[in-house]
């Protein structure tokens, strides 16, 4: 395998949220097949700033695949080709010699594009804000073995807790559904003690605040699972949906 | 109850809906199916026919009738509601979209299968039920569906609706224990290997009578044709 690849880049370019975008071709030649992704996308922006042109803006964090910035379309897929990872954690090696790589950004009325690649996505906020959290007071922090949980329901709660919120799920869903997300946060607290006291307004008001951020309803089509960057899988979406039955036909 | 009514306003809720109404109309699937097996009985189309002058003449009939007429237009509905409801929450589209990561083409196209069924089900009710229900014609439905089933155009159309049928099935009757919260990591595989046999069963026992009458296999045809 050669060390260096050549690429073309078509990357969606975007001056702000009202501006009409549109795709620019950039050639990439010598690409090392060792770069992550965003590595490659910053020797563009050096290429890009010494040519006295604007760089691509995207969006990025930690680099090690847990902050849940990067958010990138890569080819027709959320963090493009891999399954279980992000942009910033896919190499160039993936990628052949001499192939047109589409970079577009999530697309979503409830993720509006702010400049190229970054989207705005404090929709997600508004989801947690709405009740993705627990009520306790503040003192002293309790003994950890004080409230039991059963292991395998510690293990299911924290496979849902792994959600980063980088929205592949909704940039991959066919219906813009946050579903995935939603549900990661709802049945990661309904499975817990700690999250008991609160399951039934939580869901109630986090499905509320998910529907008024204009995301779609889930179809149960699968692919947000597909393109989970942290593998969650639809069966939280099934807890969802029974929490949220639950809290709607006997709420006290 | 006003305040439980509520929860139908959400996309959750909607979702409900669809299973609910889905799940409603597959009990009227495999009873439709029981009945059709009659045909096969050889008996010059009798137990048939008397199990149709029984759905005709029964009250508790009619009243199940008209939940399956509402269970049918809410289904539609609210199907059509969802779909351009979901279609607009993305108005910019994507440039590329790779397959590997979409789902199964079942999943995708619920609207569209959904479209051909309904299509179906308006060519079906014109031909048995306006005739035989509603202006109760003097042949029997046995001869009526024996005769048209040798019609090419039409035991083609049956079959291709089946076949569609079962795709809406195949993603539909999984789906609709999802959407009511009964799946979990456990049973996610199981209930979907369980809908894909649902729906074989579904499309290959309705696609089988107008292959069976249209070639004549056993004698079914002339069992109750007479020719």
């Known amino acids: ?252 | 109850m006003i305040h439980a009514l509520k929860m139908f306003y959400t996309t959750v809720g909607r979702k409900m809906i669809m299973a609910l109404t889905g799940l409603f109309l597959v009990t009227f699937l495999i009873e439709h199916l029981y009945g059709n097996l009659l045909l096969y009985k050889l008996d010059g189309g009798v137990a048939f026919n008397e199990y149709s002058e029984f759905l005709v003449s029964s009250l508790f009939i009619r009243v199940v009738e008209i939940a399956l007429f509402a269970g049918f237009l809410i289904h539609i509905i609210d199907g059509i509601y969802l779909t351009l409801y979901n279609r607009r929450a993305r108005k910019i589209r994507y440039e590329v979209e790779h397959v590997s990561g979409l789902g199964t083409w079942f999943s995708r196209n619920m609207g569209l299968t959904g479209a051909v069924i309904f299509f179906f089900l308006v060519v079906h009710l014109k031909s048995f039920f306006v005739p035989y229900r509603i202006f109760h014609t003097d042949t029997s439905l046995a001869y009526e569906v024996a005769s048209a089933f040798r019609s090419n155009w039409y035991a083609a159309l049956y079959v291709v609706s089946m076949v569609i049928l079962g795709s809406h099935l195949n993603h539909g009757f999984q789906s609709a224990f999802h959407s009511l919260g009964f799946n979990n990591i456990k049973y996610m595989k199981p209930m979907k290997t369980l809908g894909t046999l649902f729906a074989l069963i579904m499309m290959i026992g309705f696609a089988s009578f107008p292959i069976m009458f249209y070639f004549d296999i056993f004698g079914v045809g002339t069992d109750i044709l007479g020719h």
């Open chain 1, 1 to 252: 395998m050669s060390e260096t690849i050549n690429l073309k880049l078509k990357v969606w370019r975007q001056k702000n949220t009202s501006a009409k975008g549109r795709f620019e071709i950039y050639d990439m030649p010598g690409v090392s097949t060792h770069m992550s992704f965003l590595e490659m996308m910053d020797v563009l922006n050096d290429k890009l700033i010494r040519g006295g042109q604007e760089p691509v803006a995207f969006d990025h964090d930690c680099r090690e695949g847990i902050c849940g910035m990067c958010s990138m379309f890569i080819n027709g897929r959320a963090h493009g080709p891999l399954r279980g990872t992000t942009a910033c954690q896919l190499h160039m090696r993936h990628f052949q010699d001499g192939e047109t790589i589409t970079i577009e950004p999530w697309r979503a009325n409830a993720f509006p594009v702010i400049r190229d690649l970054v989207v705005d996505r404090s929709a997600f906020d508004k989801i947690i804000q709405a009740g993705g959290f627990v009520s306790v007071n503040t003192g002293n922090a309790p003994d950890a073995n004080s409230i039991p949980v059963e292991k395998h329901k510690a293990e299911e709660s924290f496979d849902a807790a792994a959600c980063i919120g980088c929205g592949a799920c909704v940039a991959s869903c066919k219906n813009s559904s946050a579903m995935l997300f939603l549900s990661a946060k709802v049945s990661q607290l309904a499975l817990l003690p700690q999250g008991d006291p609160e399951r039934k307004v939580r869901v109630l008001k986090m499905v509320q605040a998910h529907d008024e951020a204009g995301f779609g309803s889930c179809t149960n089509i699968g692919a947000c699972e597909a393109k989970c960057p942290k593998n969650i899988s639809i069966a939280h979406i099934a807890r969802l949906n029974k929490e949220y039955l639950r809290a709607s036909l006997a709420r006290d």
